[in-house]
């Protein structure tokens, strides 16, 4: 005989049985980027639904404070009707159109217009639009290696980066990245790839309590590497104004100065990737600004369009425009591009989200809530014998853990995993990364929600015993 259920149950059993199909799927049929394949029927992903404002919602009904921001991206929050009705309008207009050379569309013309007026200061001249960060990394080194060829210096091929950068999963971008973890099941990665030192305060060779000293250090690598390697065939120098997924690490404020002198005195371009830093995340508009440097290329993507839809952009200055201005044969003809280089629907996203970012000043909301959230993390490393490092600058913050503040020592997974879980527990998803924790929520976040997540981390580092 059937057990007989009330309807209430019989629809609790139907949504039990939807989310363990889901479960299923996820782990058997999706392979998910930065995981291994096995680890979704041991660890099944939480499932989001929902997303208001700083909170997201999972498929079980439980609410969270996104101190992850999606991926460093979602800068205006979810659920903006202003990005919302630019898309629709979009849509009804024109879905699609190609920008290759003889076609193009108003929103990808405005949003050029838009982007060279926010970075004037960096003399920034041209646009040349794709769909993600890797793709905005890969345009600029191979746009950066054509500028050589176009002055006749073709050996001017290598690209210098740091050990700790982070430029994206494409052949030439996870080239230039520092963490060999994301190249080893890839290599052979792209020849002419360099990597020197990171001006890293908590874990560096050079000094202990000096970060002018070490940013000083790190820039003569710089030289020394451009020198070994012979300044004429060195294309570029590439670095985040601050490292994101290396584990937020700020560079002393010297070390860019003097890269930026570096690389003039040899002639090699600097390429800031402002895929994570890029409008506002470190408290001014740019990253780079913040550090006084102007950049002779930037690459753009997450922020600029709020997550809402992919675009990536990279932003060359007046010196390599007028290199291809100057030049009229074939090898200034610019052989790359990708069909959704400029895409409408992602150009009008990206209209709409900037203006959010300039009238709400999400840069000055960054460096406010920033320093809140800072003072606040900052305590914990005299709390918790586990809290390493807290650094970071605007929203974008790691707390890196050890089990042995002396020595340095990694904490090991399952601590990690632990404090994740418990952070989840109350209210809060923050971003695991090796033994650090990073918080990069929407620039859009408040006091109270700066709360929510500071307190979720406090309890779990409270109850979870190293
Ligand atoms: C600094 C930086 N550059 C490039 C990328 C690659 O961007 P995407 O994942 O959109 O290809 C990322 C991604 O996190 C990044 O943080």
């Known amino acids: 005989m059937p057990i007989s259920i009330n309807p209430s149950e019989e629809r609790e059993q139907q949504i039990n049985l939807h989310h363990v199909q889901m479960n299923k799927w996820n782990a058997k049929e999706q392979w998910h980027p930065m995981g291994h394949p096995n680890d979704s029927l041991k660890n099944p992903p939480l499932i989001i639904t929902k997303g208001k404002g700083v909170h997201i919602e999972d498929i079980d009904g439980n609410s969270y404070v996104d101190g992850v921001g999606g991926l460093w991206n979602i800068n205006c929050g979810y659920g903006r009707a202003e990005i919302k009705e630019a898309i629709i309008k979009q849509m009804d207009e024109l879905v699609y159109y190609s920008t290759f050379r003889g076609t193009s569309h108003p929103r990808s013309i405005e949003l050029s217009h838009k982007l060279l007026e926010m970075t004037k200061v960096e003399n920034m001249r041209r646009v040349f639009y794709s769909s993600g960060g890797s793709d905005a990394m890969e345009t600029a080194m191979k746009l950066a290696r054509q500028y050589w060829k176009i002055l006749g210096q073709k050996d001017r091929y290598k690209f210098i980066s740091l050990k700790d950068g982070y430029h994206g999963t494409h052949f030439g971008s996870s080239s230039v990245t520092g963490n060999a973890r994301f190249r080893r099941a890839y290599e052979p990665a792209l020849q002419g790839c360099y990597h020197i030192d990171s001006p890293w305060m908590y ?75 890029g409008f506002g995340r470190t408290g001014e508009m740019f990253g780079s600004r913040g550090t006084g440097v102007k950049p002779d290329i930037m690459t753009l993507a997450k922020g600029i369009t709020s997550g809402y839809i992919p675009l990536g952009a990279t932003l060359f200055n007046d010196r390599i425009d007028d290199a291809f201005a100057n030049n009229n044969d074939s090898i200034g003809s610019i052989a790359h591009g990708y069909t959704y280089s400029g895409h409408p629907l992602a150009c009008a996203a ?117």
């Open 203 to 277: 874990r560096n060779p050079f000094t202990e309590d000096d970060p002018i000293l070490l940013g000083q250090k790190c820039a003569e690598q710089l030289e020394r590497m451009i020198v070994h390697l012979g300044a004429d065939t060195v294309a570029a120098f590439i670095a985040e104004p601050v490292l994101g997924a290396g584990g937020v690490i700020v560079p002393p404020e010297n070390f860019y100065p003097l890269c930026r002198e570096i690389c003039d005195k040899h002639g090699v371009l600097f390429i800031a990737d402002e895929v994570i830093c």
């Open 350 to 466: 990206a209209l709409a989200s900037l203006d959010i970012v300039e009238k709400e000043d999400l840069p000055g909301n960054a460096s406010i809530q920033g320093d809140y959230m800072m003072s606040r993390l900052k305590t914990f490393e005299d709390k918790f014998a586990s809290v390493g490092n807290v650094r970071g600058k605007g929203l974008m913050v790691a707390i890196e853990m050890v089990s042995d503040k002396k020595t340095k020592k990694k904490v090991g997974k399952p601590y990690v995993a632990s404090i994740y879980k418990k952070t989840l527990e109350r209210g809060a998803i923050v971003r695991t990364s090796g033994n650090n924790l990073i918080i990069s929520p929407p620039l859009v976040i408040q006091k109270e929600d700066v709360d929510v997540i500071v307190n979720a981390l406090e309890r779990a580092f409270e109850e979870v015993i190293l």
